[in-house]
């Protein structure tokens, strides 16, 4: 208790008591404090406050949190806080009416919403939000545009009354004058309250407190209001900060302040001088708060002193290196992207670092070279380099590689990207003819096989209007013809072998492989391409190599597959592309894609992985082709093998996925015309089965499957003749399979005029047919008909035929369980006594080698005379 009321009565000193421990709970509510009286009195005395200086002290302490929120950049904040102001100022409206809307609100709507314009202007900004702040920031901008529209007027006015120079230094202040005037106001009111009250002690000393407290503040106003002119004094002045002043930083890891100063003044510029301060630099490379952007320009600072001086060119080269190796290592994520002007910068340098090399045949350079025996200094002895621009340029290759998979493809961006690679490719064509006269044996092929990389996918449509003797159409482009160099076959044929003689690794002359592999497929090729397949006996082992290199396998043996098609090579492309289509997995085996999370159980760092072994889009192979290639060859394949073996119980299937589909289409209740590529397939099936091969033509070629399919293929006419010559021989020999047993004798010039077929054509078909044993006929030469045996059973006979095999299969496996119940050893193989009471299953057992007199059974060599084991 204080000594001031130690003569005061009990009940006196329990109201100083509890007044003591009541403190302000609000900012900017200290008044109270005069007003906390007795019990007693409390009745008779209330705080005097208008609803205006509520209502605008709620708007005042909204709109402070969103200040705050504006310069943390939380975009969720400032929309929770922004819904909370509207609904606060839509319950102040009264109040807005009589008095006009305040000017603080005004300024927050004008200063939020060119805040929101610039943030969503700063394209780096926005992609380094996180997920809510991003969201909330669209939303917001959203409402404060609608929101504004109310206030347009008012907004116009504001903003052509600021001054650039006052209105920004005052912002603070501004915001809470009004609460400021109301708290002058508040005061005035209680002085006038407070004499008509009756004195009291404890009234008398809150007030004191109240004014004193009110007076401090004033007095630290006006001493930041000093502060902050002497700063702006200071930074009119020249910059020079005033002491203990505040000063801004950027977010995030603290970066190094003081960057190292090049050369003091009168120093001697030299080899050694440039080479030390370069190491200097060097040291700061990759440690925490080094600042990788003022680094580059330090290296290019001093490769512009180096150069001033005369210093020669082996320094240059040098610091070239360290500025390329700088540009790498400005995203330290592996999985990160060079953004587009690093990208640049790093392209401009290698072309300058090779300028150079070519200019001056007396520098050698080589990771080989100790640093203690460079030369760099300008002498008689040639320059001597530690580096390896090898390195460099396939670095540049992978950095372009990842640029192509994190950009997005169906943006023009992509297409900008894309028109990059004939820099890089230049790049790569100037080092290879570099490092043939320099470089070693194991460069050269590592070169090569980046130019072949380059090369290996793409189709030569100048070469290919060439072999056709096609010229260009106006004398530009003929003239253009005539002046490019060598065709892509020419390139890829001279860089391949050199590296089958010349490498001695395995892995790039896999890749060499299978890169020429693929360049013969694409150029239709056919014999060349699976000649080198079967030679190089890649299938054998090539699950040992690594996932790039079986990816690359893998669109290989697609793009053989998709050329024996092209060559009317039906089963050869189905072989090819069975193991890639039977699995379901093309997309993610040619490496175009992954499948979903939940089909496959990988963690997120496996998914990083996978992502960067994809191949960029415009190395694609079109998955719907491949899939209807497939499917057509199937087709081919599956109709008329089903039509020979329709009542065989263990005929197996050739396409399980073409079975699947048939099923899918069977399984449908309402059959309609086909729309997708996979229903054309199945209708054009089902009408081959019955051996209309005009309905199966219409349903494989029409306008829709051709801007789907067909038209992608290089040679657009070709691949659909040859389908057509293919629908007909195979429904042909789909129909004599289906309706051999209807007729005794059919005219070959009926069947020919039926499936518009040479009768050359129909006679091989028929012919090949009776030679297999797929059809028993023979060929009436004289009349030309197929005279039909009559040998194949009934469709009763071969149900009886199933069911006795099914029988005889039963009555096998009852007596191998009753064996095994026996405990007999070898019963399996010892049923000479069970065959002689089982007429029926030796019926049926054509071709088998049991025989009990011998004593041969299946399973191995048993005597009869001899007893069970």
């Known amino acids: 208790m204080s000594r001031f009321f130690a003569t005061g009565s009990d009940s006196e000193s329990e109201e100083s008591s509890s007044a003591d421990e009541l403190t302000p709970k609000a900012p900017g509510t200290t008044f109270k404090q005069s007003l906390l009286l007795s019990d007693d009195e409390e009745d008779t005395k209330r705080i005097v406050r208008s609803a205006k200086d509520k209502r605008f002290e709620e708007l005042t302490n909204l709109i402070k949190t969103i200040r705050n929120a504006m310069k943390i950049r939380d975009m969720a904040k400032c929309l ?61 901008r959203q409402k404060i545009r609608k929101y504004n529209r109310d206030y347009e007027a008012e907004i116009a006015t504001y903003k052509e009354d600021e001054s650039s120079s006052s209105d920004d230094d005052d912002d603070d202040e501004d915001w809470g004058s009004d609460t400021v005037d109301s708290g002058r106001e508040i005061k005035n009111k209680l002085v006038l309250l407070q004499s008509t009250l009756p004195t009291h002690p404890l009234s008398v000393l809150r007030t004191q407190e109240t004014e004193k407290s009110t007076d401090k503040k004033s007095g630290k106003k006006k001493k930041l209001k000093k502060k902050e002119r002497l700063e702006e004094e200071a930074e009119e002045e020249g910059g020079e900060e005033v002491e203990g002043g505040w000063e801004k930083v950027k977010g995030g890891v603290p970066l190094v302040k003081e960057k190292p100063k090049m050369f003091a003044k009168g120093t001697e510029i030299n080899t050694a001088v440039v080479v030390k301060k370069l190491n200097e630099i060097l040291q700061a490379r990759g440690k925490k708060g080094t600042d990788r952007a003022a680094q580059i320009e330090l290296f290019h600072a001093l490769a512009a002193i180096a150069a001033e001086n005369n210093l020669g060119q082996g320094i240059l080269v040098k610091i070239k290196f360290n500025i390329i190796a700088s540009l790498y290592d400005y995203n330290p994520n592996l999985a990160a992207f060079m953004k587009p002007d690093m990208w640049k910068k790093c ?15 007396n520098i050698f350079i080589g990771e080989n070279i100790a640093e203690d025996s460079e030369n760099l200094g300008v002498s008689e002895q040639p320059f001597r380099v530690r580096g390896c621009i090898l390195t460099l340029v396939e670095r540049m290759d992978e950095e372009f590689t990842k640029i192509m998979q994190n950009t997005d493809p169906h943006s023009q961006e992509y297409v900008d990207n894309l028109k990059d690679e004939g820099h890089v490719c230049g790049i790569i064509d100037r080092l290879l003819t570099y490092l043939e006269n320099k470089g070693s044996t194991e460069e050269i092929c590592r070169i090569y096989l980046r130019r072949i990389m380059h090369t290996y996918y793409k189709f030569d449509y100048k070469a290919h209007r060439r072999s056709l003797g096609l010229q260009g159409e106006s004398k530009s482009e003929q003239d253009q013809e005539e002046s490019e160099g060598e065709d892509s076959a020419v390139i890829m044929d001279r860089l391949c072998k050199f590296i089958y003689a010349k490498d001695r690794t395995d892995r790039i002359r896999t890749c060499a492989i299978l890169c020429h592999i693929y360049h013969h ?119 008329p093998y089903m039509a020979a073996h329709e009542f065989d119980a263990r005929r197996r299937m050739i396409s399980k996925q073409f079975h699947h589909q048939l099923r899918v289409g069977e399984r449908q209740p309402l059959l309609g015309p086909p729309e997708s590529m996979r229903e054309h397939v199945v209708a054009a099936s089902k009408a081959m089965k019955m051996g209309d091969w005009r309905t199966c033509h219409s349903f494989i070629i029409n306008d829709k499957m051709n801007s789907k399919v067909w038209d992608l293929f290089p040679e657009t006419q070709r691949v659909p003749e040859m389908l057509v010559r293919k629908i007909q021989e195979e429904s042909l020999r789909t129909y004599l399979f289906t309706y051999s047993s209807v007729y005794d004798s059919i005219s070959m010039e009926t069947l020919s005029e039926m499936f518009e077929l040479e009768m050359p054509t129909v006679h091989s078909i028929i012919s090949k047919m009776i030679i297999n044993e797929e059809l028993m006929a023979s060929l009436d030469q004289p009349t030309q008909t197929v005279v039909m045996h009559r040998t194949e059973p009934t469709s009763l006979q071969n149900m009886a035929l199933q069911l006795a095999e099914k029988l005889g299969g039963l009555v096998e496996n009852n007596e191998r369980v009753f064996d095994l119940k026996q405990g007999v050893y070898g019963g399996y193989f010892n049923r000479g006594e069970f065959r002689q009471h089982t007429s029926l299953q030796n019926i049926y057992q054509k071709g088998s080698y049991q025989q009990k007199q011998t004593g041969y059974q299946r399973g191995g060599y048993r005597n009869p005379n001899q007893g069970n084991y």
């Open 80 to 140: 929770e806080e922004f819904e909370q102001l509207c609904r606060a100022f839509l319950k102040s409206k009264n109040i807005v009416d009589k008095e006009g809307v305040p000017s603080f609100y005004i300024r927050l709507l004008a200063d939020l919403e060119d805040y929101l314009n610039q943030l969503w202007d700063d394209k780096e900004g926005k992609k380094k939000m996180n997920k809510n702040n991003a969201k909330a920031l669209s939303t917001l």
């Open 347 to 361: 392209l401009e340098c290698i072309d300058e670092l090779l300028d150079i090399l070519f200019e001056n045949n």
């Open 521 to 639: 497929a694409l150029h239709s090729r056919w014999y060349q391409a699976r000649d080198l397949m079967l030679m190089s006996h890649l299938q054998d082992n090539i699950q040992h190599a690594d996932p790039p290199v079986q990816i690359l396998y893998n669109r290989t043996m697609v793009q053989l597959g998709i050329c024996a098609f092209r060559q009317g090579m039906i089963k050869d492309a189905h072989n090819a592309l069975l193991d890639i289509q039977s699995s379901g997995r093309a997309k993610e085996l040619l490496g175009q894609g992954l499948l979903m999370r939940n089909m496959q159980e990988r963690n997120a760092e496996q998914e990083k992985i996978e992502k960067r072994r994809q191949v960029p889009f415009h190395m694609h192979i079109n998955l719907e082709l491949l899939e209807c290639v497939y499917l057509v060859s199937a087709m081919l394949l599956e109709i």
